[in-house]
């Protein structure tokens, strides 16, 4: 079955001059749309920069008397500039566009209508100040990536703002503020704030899961007891007898460096390659810290056409990696041809949230999925996250509170940890949650009765869970013809890695980003969060939002593919159209400039990029932001067995149907009666039954003594 481009006949306009602005419209034109940019002659970013960020646009020079008549058209202006001018006035004269703004910092605030350049952005936001080490400069994500999020949140709202004009048949302003959409990827972040009143910090040297082997470094995520026992016999390690340091997960957290010392002499003598063969197969969670260079070559990557080429000098460069499953991928990117104009008017639904006539059944977990259709819940879909009884969401913690104190609350686990853990909480606000056991036959029928009801399924296991239990999606379409079921595996659904195990800190180093992450001159390094998750989820969202555009259009639903390591590969893009970034970048950006961190008074560093001088904030700083609080982004959430906590606000803004929070993140099966009831019609003596076998319910079953 081959299908037609998600946003074929969409029609974009671009007034950009920025990464934030042009990556927006890039992902446009990738997915189908016909997208025109007018750039000055002398535009900031051309040369090899437009390898990437222009690929399959048309590209013009100033605008002439056509303009007007472009925008009379146009189904979606993009802009940049700080001010705000031009897509305040674009809505207010053509009511069916679509016009987004992506800027440093937002359309009102103190900060409104400054430029500011991406180390700026990032050093204000958090995001530097918790990567590197304690006794080194803190460290941006390599190339443009604060830009990059913030387009990625463009491109998310104005997705969502197409959706929403289905409806009504109005446009509407959409806003995103780089600063915003970085501070909420780093959700997880805040919400430790606000436990813990510190938040995360740099991590000490040695700390980090990067291990030297023969011919270069690796990742090994071993903490975990099957992991450390299987790594441990399979490179035959000998451990002295009594030795309580690695005796438990968070033992060996804390002697995270004496780990090392144990075990790369074992590895020093293998190769990365050998070591991920080796090791994945078993269920390891490993991965090579790859240089870009070395990606061109991957067998993996290859095998998934996850690079195009551009230029007269035929540049690779990362595909965008929003996919769907049967639509034919394009040997070179051109622009899409140019669409009718929109014909819609007026109609008498006006929804108050711009997805709130959406379902989503979700059965995602930890960061990448949860955070996909938390986005989508905080536009309004009505999300109904599925867990096990016996197997929570490895984000809740585990029954016991195993975790240890640092991940829950001052007052320590309570009574039921698994409501309390601070990574949960952070990314399933605004969801209902139930519990099934698919395992069980009456349960897997629930879970398909739930489909016919829904519009979208969302999914982040290996790709071999789902047929395993006969749910993949030919079965659920069988159910709902024009079901769209989201899967967001670590290497995708095919290729040679696709069975592999991945986590962010793992999918980090085989993307190229540690490689490039880093002091100049010195080693790999991971980011201070699993950040790979974040990015992973943005692109989940938008694939969720792209599809929903493809079926108002067609009526067809489509089975769409994140993988996890092409989302941050497409991160790195810009190293790839400057070949000759193999080692860590520090703060430089790829096309040279004189962005930098200096220590300034004592505890303190400073960026300094683009003219502009800003200190490099800790998590509580950016909680404080005077902008941000002006700006009303920050909320204060009722949660369950906790009380009222801080988080990340909504972003983007859709000016006329903003999204917004409007509870926590449910409890473990809280909603496990009322939706049985309500949507799917049991009784109360089928569900009493359901919750006595231990197939529903809250919390572990009654008697449960774990695996």
């Known amino acids: 079955m081959t299908v037609r481009p998600a946003l074929e006949g969409i029609f974009v306009l671009e007034l950009t001059e920025h990464v934030r602005g042009r990556y927006c419209g890039r992902l446009f034109a990738e997915l189908g749309a016909h997208v025109v940019r007018i750039a000055r002659p002398d535009s900031e970013h051309g040369g090899r920069e437009g390898l ?10 100033e605008p002439d008397a056509g303009f007007a008549a472009w925008l009379g058209r146009a189904d979606v202006l993009i802009t940049d500039a700080p001010d705000g001018v031009a897509p305040r006035a674009a809505a207010a004269g053509h009511p069916a566009l679509i016009a987004v703004s992506v800027t440093p910092f937002g359309l009102s605030g103190p900060w409104a209508g400054r430029e500011a350049p991406d180390l ?117 390690v000998r451990l002295e007898a009594g030795d309580e340091r690695f005796a438990s997960e968070l033992s060996r957290r804390k002697h995270a460096a004496a780990m090392r010392d144990v075990l790369e002499p074992h590895l020093l003598s293998r190769t990365r390659k050998e070591l991920f063969d080796l090791l994945s197969p078993m269920r390891v969670v490993v991965g090579m810290v790859a240089a870009p260079k070395d990606l061109l070559a991957d067998e993996h990557l290859a095998a998934r056409d996850a690079f195009v080429r551009v230029g007269a000098d035929a540049t690779p460069i990362p595909r965008v990696p929003i996919r769907t499953r049967g639509e034919r991928l394009k040997p070179e990117l051109m622009p899409a041809p140019a669409p009718a104009p929109f014909r819609g008017a007026a109609k008498s639904r006006r929804p108050a949230l711009p997805l709130e006539h959406i379902v989503v059944t979700d059965l995602t977990q930890a960061w990448a999925g949860s955070y996909a259709t938390q986005l989508l819940a905080d536009l309004g879909a009505k999300v109904i996250k599925i867990e096990s009884r016996t197997r929570p969401d490895p984000w809740r913690g585990g029954f016991r509170g ?59 296991f290996t790709p071999r869970v789902l047929p395993n239990f006969g749910l993949e999606y030919e079965r659920l379409r069988q159910e709902k013809e024009d079901i769209i079921l989201l899967s967001m595996p670590g290497y995708g659904l095919d290729g040679p890695y696709s069975d592999y195990p991945a986590i962010g800190g793992t999918i980090e180093p085989m993307s190229g980003n540690s490689a490039l992450l880093g002091e100049p001159g010195g080693l790999p390094q991971t980011s201070g969060l699993m950040y790979p998750d974040a990015v992973a989820g943005l692109h989940g969202a938008a694939a969720v939002l792209a599809a929903l555009r493809r079926k108002a259009t067609t009526g067809a639903g489509s089975h769409m593919e994140i993988s996890q390591h092409e989302s941050m590969l497409s991160m790195t893009a810009p190293f790839h159209a400057h070949e000759w970034w193999e080692t860590p970048a520090g703060n430089r950006a790829p096309a040279g400039g004189d962005a930098r961190v200096e220590q300034g008074a004592p505890g303190q560093w400073v960026a300094s990029a683009g003219g502009l001088t800003e200190a490099v904030r800790s998590i509580a700083e950016v909680a404080a932001c005077e902008h941000l609080a002006a700006r009303g982004f920050f909320v204060d959430v009722e949660q369950v067995d906790i009380g009222r906590q801080t988080m990340a606000g909504v972003s983007p803004l859709l000016h006329r149907t903003p999204g917004s929070v409007r509870w926590g993140t449910p409890g473990h099966g809280q909603d496990s009666r009322r ?26 079953p009654s008697g449960w003594q774990g695996d």
């Open 52 to 61: 990437w960020l222009d690929a399959g646009k048309e590209v013009v020079s």
């Open 675 to 700: 939706v049985l009831r309500e949507l799917l019609g049991l009784d109360e003596r089928t569900i009493d039954r359901l919750e006595a076998e231990g197939l529903t319910g809250e919390g572990p």
């Open 402 to 460: 195993e975790r240890g104190i640092q991940a829950y609350p001052s007052d320590g686990p309570g009574e039921r940890p698994y409501n309390r853990m601070w990574l949960a909480n952070s990314v399933n606000r605004n969801k209902m949650d139930i519990t099934l056991d698919l395992s069980n036959p009456e349960c897997r029928e629930l879970f398909l009765a739930l489909v016919r009801q829904s519009d979208v399924v969302a999914e982040n």
């Open 120 to 236: 700026i952005i990032s050093a204000l936001s958090g995001m530097a100040g918790i990567n590197g080490y304690a006794d080194g400069m803190p460290l941006r994500e390599p190339g443009q990536q604060a830009e990059m999020v913030g387009a990625l949140m463009g491109f998310i709202g104005a997705l969502a703002a197409l959706e929403e004009r289905e409806q009504s048949g109005l446009g509407q302003l959409v806003e995103s503020s780089c600063l915003e959409a970085m501070v909420n990827v780093l959700a997880p972040a805040i919400v430790e704030w606000s436990y813990t009143g510190r938040g995360p910090q740099q991590r000490q040297r040695g700390t980090d899961m990067l291990f030297q082997c023969a011919d270069g470094w690796m990742s090994l995520y071993i903490t975990a007891n099957k992991a450390w026992e299987t790594i441990v016999t399979v490179l035959d």
